[in-house]
């Protein structure tokens, strides 16, 4: 056995697959064969839904198939409402998602049938509720009516509705149309390889997920576009917030929104789009200087550091623009993630191999137990 050793397994090729892959060099994030950005500017997400779990773009007709499939299965499960009204209201929202999606697992009749053809109408039904659970969730712990979906409006849009309870314009719904496609699908990071591992073990769609969500609620994965809202409203100014920054470069802290595992020093194109996005939002919205703000903090950076933003950074203040509560912005994440993830389960099961990698053991060796005594020298001794 090889004792080759990569902290953090970087750069191990993991897993084989046909879903999406990173090319750093030419910076594209190809899905299925497409450029991840030319989906965003001329696709909705229902077009990439389909091109994920069904290995090619649907058509106008088997797009809105999609739609009507979603909205078929739309509604929580009586048990699982009453429930999310349970938490208490300290509740972090990732906590309450992966309850929930667990729980949720036990009223599906097809929980246990791993083929490719159940898998994908569990993925559908995780499309219709994992929204529904993100808002509710959120709903019920604040103590804010539920808002139902309403069947006039496309998933977008219903998926933004439900949050804010607000019917939200055009613009806003290409928007967040456009952002739960750049966050629908990454390759392999780590709450996708969780989802893997789990489902090699041939574990059902639902658990994998679970394991995503509780990988994802970690802060060195998910939670960066909450930090850095927060620290955006912390500064409140352009000056302010270069300040800051500068502030927390010199005490070497981390600057939430920047560098990449994968990128490196190259920009995230997914980043760039939602940068164009908040150029039109920020006036929209009459809040220029959220936008302002945002680029200079960017150019700070790369000054300072040599590093880009990425996808987080940006879409950040988007969501806050669009009326989600920061407290969301995670769980909205990984509402969008959910059909990448069924993707990745659905190709682990149907070409499964168990992940069971070995270690550099690091411990002491040869060591024996202290004399020959053992724990009771007679039988006279038990009592």
Request: hydrophobic content about 40%.
């Amino acid at each position: 056995m090889s004792d080759h050793y990569l902290p953090g397994l970087e750069h191990v090729i993991a897993s084989e697959t046909s879903i999406s892959y990173l090319d750093v060099e030419k910076e594209e994030i190809v899905i299925r064969g497409y450029d991840l950005m030319e989906l965003a500017e001329q696709m909705t997400y229902l077009d990439v839904v389909g091109l994920l779990l069904e290995g090619e773009l649907p058509n106008v007709t088997r797009r809105q198939a999609i739609e009507d499939q979603i909205q078929s299965v739309y509604g929580l499960p009586p048990n699982v409402r009453a429930m999310l009204h349970l938490m208490p209201d300290r509740a972090d929202m990732m906590d309450v998602l992966r309850t929930s999606i667990s729980a949720l697992a036990s009223f599906d009749d097809e929980l246990d049938d791993r083929s490719l053809e159940a898998n994908g109408r569990k993925a559908i039904r995780l499309l219709a509720k994992v929204p529904q659970i993100v808002a509710y969730g959120y709903r019920a712990i604040t103590k804010q009516p539920l808002i139902e979906p309403d069947p006039k409006l496309s998933y977008t849009a219903n998926f933004l509705y439900m949050i804010t309870g607000t019917i939200p314009s055009p613009m806003e719904v290409a928007i967040f149309d456009q952002s739960l496609i750049v966050y629908s699908e990454h390759e392999l990071p780590n709450s996708t390889f969780t989802a893997r591992v789990i489902a090699s073990t041939q574990s059902d769609i639902y658990g994998a997920l679970v394991g995503a969500v509780a990988s994802l609620k970690g802060t060195l994965h998910g939670g960066a576009n909450e930090a850095v809202m927060h620290m955006l409203l912390e500064a409140g100014s352009e000056a302010d917030l270069e300040a800051l920054i500068r502030s927390k470069l010199a005490r070497k802290e981390r600057i939430m929104g920047f560098g990449h595992r994968v990128y490196m020093r190259k920009p995230d194109p997914r980043a760039l789009l939602m940068k164009e996005a908040l150029s039109k939002l920020a006036p929209a919205c009459q809040q220029q200087e959220l936008y302002d703000m945002c680029v200079r903090g960017e150019n700070v950076m790369r000054t300072e550091k040599g590093l880009h933003p990425n996808l987080d950074y940006y879409a950040a203040p988007v969501y806050y623009l669009l009326g989600i509560p920061i407290e969301m912005f995670t769980p909205v994440f990984l509402a969008a993630r959910t059909v990448g993830i069924s993707a990745h389960v659905m190709e682990q099961h149907a070409n499964n191999r168990l992940f069971r990698p070995r270690v550099r053991y690091t411990g002491a060796r040869d060591l024996h137990p202290p004399g020959g005594d053992t724990l009771l020298e007679s039988e006279d001794e038990i009592v």
